[in-house]
């Protein structure tokens, strides 16, 4: 079973980003409070406050909390300063740059006037890129492990992927989703193969 | 000769145990039971039960790095360890070595895990526990590769019912002829999609079947003295931390406390053992020697009978290691089949696809567990293939899709997030567990060139799976699709990540039995057919792999060998 879950391929390509050490959390604790003045470690204040705008973009507050009261943002930005020797820590944040200047091409709005929807919908605006021309991803991958220095384009696709990737995760582990959201089951006792499923019953928590 | 003939009464016991895991552990509960002071001497770290399963209660968000392992890290201790893909997390990873400090080579890729601590490899082990069937002690004497078994299974069926009495195993009893009945705990419940799909495949493919796991998780009351206290499964799934409730059986949580409380028993932890003394003028080996892992220090202890239980690859390397004039390649090697004839399970090939339907229904718990398909390849004229030999069988799997499915369907924003606190649809898959021929060219040896941090010489590994295992994978990945097919999933794909020696963590085979010394190690009770008060019962002995999971098989060998070895001893033989 945990073999074949070894399998499932999640997300787009690099782990490391989440693949960090034991230094975020320990450096000045994951706030899970809405904080827009959290002190990041890794990226700069003015790149902090983007990275918290696109992680709200691509989970935006509902009646469900959004990435920013999860932490998101303070939370990847401790993951890499966590690996900042790591070369992808460099991808991330200069992906995250060309994402910000190029992100007039993709909307009516600068990023810096953009909502949280406009956000939301130049995220979406790529994936449909990526859907529609196959060859986008499948580049970026083959270029993946190459020395040397990377593409404008080749950075732009990293961060979207992986922003995306890590957010979900980080937000679907958080303690808030973890414990107040989703159906907190530590201890379930007995296993129930074929219990009745009600529409709106949330699923059971990644513990 | 100035012998201190004191610390040499200290340092003798009636027997040692070489290794506290699955088999270790069973020998010295066996061993001690009958009378014997018994000394298990564990080349790892000691584990307290309960105590040192730190992480048993941490949710993912209470880790440093939500269960992750840094890749730095990875690179650094962990590059062949990490291969599984699923472990060396956070949670787990204190109970696998680090590469870095146990070093090996490798002439072809062997992914060797290894867990150094008191309890072994029983702390993180599968749990799938399948007796063998009588045709699988027969496949070498009907094919021709390998040995014949010098045992049936009718003679350790028996030992089948007293093993998994004890260790309380799981399951349902079905008649399979291929996978014999046991002495089961009541059945974990298959989900919905899981019972649909036995009802599907039972009903529209003549002789398949499925059962659900048979795991030696407690489900329900020991007919025994429930010495270790351990409660019922509560289906957490996180049992490769360590189980404070002793849920599944392990060293810690039954053997080692069995034996504890006859009063028999010692242990010692962070002692290497190297080498078995051989006294030529008896035939008969009269200790071990030992390095102490911190302090460097070396020493011997003495007994009348010593019990290779320190897992495949660690017992056929000390027997390696223990040269003499009589032994000059290996103690008990006169077959030179010593270290070679490796086999594992092959894996990671099959099938996965989508359920439309049950979606008014879901599960609770995290059961620990599958489903599993018995070997129906090459069992009788119906069911022979030309394409290869032997056969395999399946472990499957159903959950709802969760939220990582929001990752691969590439949208987000607050539709796309919302209906993710949703479960899914119904997904299953089906993993195949391949036989593998023993093949007299599938070798470890030891490199003295290369010596570990103790001076001992580290190991070469130069095994791979053969043709037969390519061509029964192509009919793993197509039957997994068919059966899936035959009960409405949709979206099946199939998938073969290549068969890497190893990674079924089954390695079995370096000293097998068989009836001629000539052309096996062992005979039939586990024995060195050259020094017989050494006994070999960890995966070591194995003349065939079949295809199931392979540690009830060593329970109930080293059960077997403990009463044999007891009975000799009393006869004055040994």
Known sequence: ?207 | MNLNLKTKQVQTYDAIVVGSGITGGWAAKELSEKGLKTLVLERGKNVAHIKDYTTAMKDKWELPNRGKTPPEEIEKDYPKQSRTGYTINETDKHFFVKDSEHPYSETKRFDWMRGYQLGGRSLNWGRQSYRWSPMDFESNAKDGHGVDWPVRYKEIAPWYDYVEKFAGISGENRGFKMLPDGHFLPPMEMSCVESHFREKVESKIKDRFVTIGRTAHLTGPLPHDNVGRRSNCLHRNRCRRGCPYGGYFSSLAATLPAAEITGNLTIATDAIVHHIIYDAKTKKATGVRVINKNTGEHSEFYAKVIFLCASTVASASILMQSQSDRFPDGMGNDSGELGRNIMDHHLEVGAYGKHEGFLDKYEKGRRPNGVYIPRFRNIDNRSNTNDFLRGYGYQGYSSRDDWTRGIAEMQVGKAAKDKLFYPGLWNMGLEGFGECLPEHENKMTLDYDKKDQWGLPTINFDAGFGDNADAMRKDIAVNAAEMLEASGFKGIETYDYGANMGLGIHEMGTARMGKDPKTSVLNKWNQLHAVKNVFVTDGAFMTSSACQNPSLTYMAFTARACDYAFKELKKGTL
Request: net charge negative; with cysteine; hydrophobic share 35%.
């Open chain 1, 1 to 207: 079973m945990e073999r074949r879950d070894a399998l499932k391929n999640l997300g787009f390509g690099s782990m490391a980003l989440f693949t960090s050490t034991a230094l975020f959390g320990a450096l000045q604790g994951c706030s899970s409070t809405p904080e827009v003045d959290w002190n990041p470690v890794f990226l700069a204040p003015d790149e902090a406050a983007q990275l918290e705008q696109i992680c709200e973009g691509i989970l935006p507050k509902t009646d469900t909390p959004g990435a920013t009261e999860a932490g998101v943002a303070n939370h990847l930005d401790q993951a890499l300063s966590a690996i900042y020797k790591n070369r992808e820590a460099d991808f991330f944040k200069k992906g995250m740059a060309v994402f910000v200047d190029r992100f007039e091409d993709n909307s009516e709005v600068s990023f810096s006037k953009a909502n949280t929807d406009q956000v939301t919908d130049v995220i979406n605006a790529y994936f449909k890129k990526y859907k529609a021309d196959e060859s986008i991803l499948k580049d970026y991958r083959a270029a993946f492990n190459d020395e040397g220095n990377k593409t404008e384009d080749f950075l732009e696709t990293y961060f979207v992927t992986n922003v995306v990737d890590s957010t979900f995760w980080s937000y679907f582990t958080s303690e808030l989703v973890g414990k107040e959201v989703m159906r907190y089951d530590p201890i379930p006792g007995k296993y129930e193969g074929c219990i009745p499923y009600n529409k709106g019953d949330k699923s059971w928590s990644s513990v």
